[in-house]
DNA sequence: GTCTATATTACGATAGAC
DNA sequence: GTCTATCGTAATATAGAC
């Protein structure tokens, strides 16, 4: 046992993407030196470089990897033919699925700007798959009659930027229980899309 | 005239400011030098230290001087005694307001954490000032009847992001004209904050 | 796989001439 | 009020020893 410096533990690879996502979130890609995390993991600057080529790489992957967790997450949930009921799913689905990595999701819409634009167009084809997903739902509904939304695409943009806005807000242990808040936005949600005679009727069997 | 190099206009202040304010918007607070301003203007980089003690004065003064134009352009504007007029107004004001001044609101919210403590504590105040005007509707509307709302607090933030995200895909000359998306957020406020009974009776008259 | 050392470049901020 | 020049520091990335 004569290692006395650095890692050398077979895991400094996933470390030193942890080391950099915390950073990142906590003071910007732009701000953080390769030095910082470096120190972080407990290994000199140099070292980092056996596993990325490069500073913007570890940004790309990061936020790849999370994108593509999210549409994995997504991929595996059975969606219900009820487009009310797959608008209630897709709601607290998002509100847990980002509760639950808040760094990840906090680098993934603040730090885009830094990303080159061929690694940007990369996590924009993902990130439009998954309004993709929620833009079915209200097409869904709409053809159901159940939903009354008048431009599905700019309703998906008004519904994902209310959810995500809960990240900004929400803090454990105070006031409300996340599934309260669930509970909170989905109502909100629910009414601001349904359609008027509806909203007492079947949707809240 | 041997002025053959510099700004010497006198209105340099302002060319600083506003070169700031949109590189800090294109690429960041922390990956804009002071050289590149400078450059902007078309100074010398030392020369800037005429105007501002150091960077994080100018960001600080930009977001300042943001909030205080928004909080000024609220005070100038009479509210509503009706909670629902008075929704749709500052609904309307909102995106009108922001859709203006789109580089401010984005590093408004972008560059919070490159504020000393002692300077985000200032910018917070504001931004709760202004939070706190649509939270007194919504409560007022609550209290009338006019409103189903649980949490006040939690509609504001859902609403005030709701809102805020039109600035991250609208763009002049598209499918719809400002007035169209406002038209139809307003429709999604409304809509999500109103008592079941009312939406299609006193409300669209 | 990590170290030390370094090449090269750039940063924020200041001093003093004009 | 802007210039030129510079101080002191720190950045990304690489080279070669171990």
Same mark, same amino acid.
């Given at each position: 046992m004569?290692r +006395?410096?650095?890692?050398?533990?077979?895991?400094?690879?996933?470390? %030193? /993407?942890?080391?950099?996502?915390?950073?990142?979130?906590?003071?910007?890609?732009?701000?953080?030196?390769? /030095?910082? &995390?470096?120190?972080? %993991? =407990?290994?000199?600057?140099?070292?980092?470089?056996?596993?990325?080529?490069?500073?913007?790489?570890?940004?790309? *992957?990061?936020?790849?990897?999370?994108?593509?967790? $999210?549409?994995?997450?997504r991929?595996?949930?059975?969606v219900? =033919?009820?487009?009310? #009921?797959?608008?209630?799913? @897709?709601?607290? @689905?998002?509100?847990?699925?980002?509760?639950? /990595?808040?760094?990840? %999701?906090?680098?993934?819409?603040?730090?885009?700007?830094? $990303? +080159?634009?061929?690694? @940007?167009?990369v996590?924009?084809?993902?990130?439009?798959?998954?309004? *993709?997903?929620?833009?079915?739902?209200?097409?869904?509904?709409?053809?159901?009659?159940? @939903? *009354?939304?008048?431009?599905?695409? &700019?309703?998906?943009?008004?519904?994902?930027?209310?959810?995500?806005? %809960?990240?900004?807000?929400?803090?454990?242990?105070? #006031?409300?229980?996340?599934?309260?808040?669930?509970?909170?936005?989905?109502?909100?949600? #629910?009414?601001?899309? +349904?359609?008027?005679? /509806?909203?007492?009727?079947?949707?809240?069997?």
């Amino acid at each position: 046992m004569a290692r +006395t410096q650095g890692s050398h533990s077979g895991i400094t690879g996933p470390k %030193v /993407r942890e080391a950099a996502l915390c950073l990142f979130a906590k003071d910007g890609y732009a701000a953080v030196s390769m /030095r910082q &995390i470096a120190a972080e %993991v =407990g290994v000199q600057a140099g070292a980092l470089y056996n596993y990325t080529p490069d500073k913007q790489t570890l940004l790309f *992957d990061l936020l790849k990897g999370h994108m593509e967790e $999210l549409l994995e997450a997504r991929a595996e949930t059975p969606v219900p =033919g009820c487009p009310a #009921r797959a608008l209630e799913q @897709f709601t607290r @689905f998002h509100i847990r699925f980002h509760h639950e /990595r808040p760094e990840a %999701v906090f680098i993934s819409y603040m730090e885009l700007r830094n $990303l +080159t634009p061929e690694n @940007f167009e990369v996590i924009e084809g993902l990130r439009r798959n998954y309004e *993709d997903q929620l833009e079915d739902i209200l097409r869904r509904g709409v053809a159901s009659g159940a @939903f *009354d939304v008048a431009e599905p695409k &700019i309703a998906t943009m008004a519904v994902i930027a209310m959810l995500t806005g %809960v990240n900004t807000w929400f803090r454990e242990g105070g #006031r409300l229980s996340l599934p309260e808040v669930e509970e909170i936005y989905w109502h909100m949600v #629910r009414k601001a899309v +349904t359609a008027p005679q /509806r909203i007492e009727s079947e949707l809240t069997a």
